[in-house]
């Protein structure tokens, strides 16, 4: 606007009049100056005209400071009522509604939203973690925790990006120049960079089995939960008990999250923790060496499968990759020290917070801050 104002020094605000969102007396090319130094639509700087100008703008500015300047805002009308007596009227408010925070969880679409998510997230984590916080003790970080990471199965040859002591090799190099079925090369000599829109597409779409990939990412909850299940199961062997007493002794619980891959299939990211069962945060009471709740871990997610009905009326078994990671946490610094992408995520200051990766965001787990609670710690696992 202060361009516009060096363009056009007469201009003077009081003469232009608002009248609900539109503006009387605003000179057409004065609106255009406004769109041009704004980079905005003219409809669009005549709203931002019209709000500034607007004699409930400072009411409106502090509601949508309230709710974080949300970028899409629900917009409620409704009226409240306590013993009878009406204590708010969403008419009263500017523009006649209340706004809420969207609560959407994904940058692109509302950076305030995404970023409380983020840092909810943090404490959530850091919570279950190391304790000190929302009721947990500091105790809870001495109690045996894993880092998993549980993939999806190929189906497929995808292109990607493959290193080898970290130098970039090439996708999928050429040994026998075999042509697929449907004449296609099975071969990609290209060193791709990570901005490549190919990277996770197959070489060959007729080859690539997406009616399972599809099935794969549809049944991954439930895949999930039955691994979590399992996880019982190979515990108390590992433990030299049985499911039935260890259930009595050891609650598991997680933080997960679902992550998409360049090929659009998810895999989850896990923080598992041990606790006693019964109320406050005491530790296992079994000895449980890092090593064996690690392999505990792995036997779990690689017994666990899945029979599902396929389009063409077949079954199919569902399983997760073979590339299940596990890396027991000691301290939460191990977490932020670890390779993998939930490492990187839980931020450690407000600056790095606001970088936190976009593809950390959750593809499935529920949508609002509030529901993702009731997955994550301190909550115990079910089943
Ligand atoms: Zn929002
Ligand atoms: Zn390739
Ligand atoms: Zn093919």
Known sequence: MTSSRRHHPNLTVANVQVTGRSLVGLDPVVLDDLAEALQVPAPVAAEMFARLAG???????????????????????????????????????????LLKRCDNRRQSACPSCSFQYAGDMWHLLYAGLAGGHKGVPDTIAAHPMVFVTLTAPSFGPVHSIRERNERAQRCRPRREGRLCVHGRPTWCMATHNPSEPRLGSPLCADC????????????????????????????????????????????????????????GLIHFHAIIRLDATGDGWQPPPID???????????????????????????????????????????????????????????????????????????????STPTALKTVAFPITLSG
């Not at 549809?218 to 039935?244: K, M, V």
């Not at 020290?337 to 593809?359: D, I, N, V």
Request: with cysteine; hydrophobic share 35%; charged share 30%.
């Open 55 to 97: 004699s409930d703008y400072r009411r409106w500015e502090a509601q949508a400071a309230r709710c974080g300047f949300c970028a899409r805002p629900v917009r409620l009308k409704g009226r409240v009522f306590r013993d009878g007596v009406e204590v708010f009227n969403s008419a009263d408010q500017p523009d006649r509604v």
């Open 288 to 366: 449980l060496p890092d090593e064996t709740f690690a392999d505990a871990v792995k036997q779990a997610a690689r017994r666990t499968d899945l029979d599902a009905d396929s389009h063409n009326g077949q079954r199919l078994r569902l399983r997760f990759g073979f590339q299940t990671d596990v890396q027991p946490i000691r301290r939460p610094g191990d977490l932020t020290r670890a390779s993998s992408p939930l490492g990187r995520w839980p931020p450690t200051s407000p600056s790095t917070r606001a970088r936190a990766p976009k593809t950390s965001v959750p593809a499935t787990v529920p």
């Open 208 to 263: 690539y089995d997406y009616p399972a990939a599809v099935l794969f990412n549809w049944w991954a909850p439930e895949l999930w939960r039955r691994f979590t299940i399992d996880l019982y199961r190979t515990l108390a062997a590992a433990a030299g008990t049985t499911e039935a007493d260890l259930r009595e002794m050891v609650r598991i619980s997680y933080a997960k999250v679902a992550e998409p891959q360049h090929r």
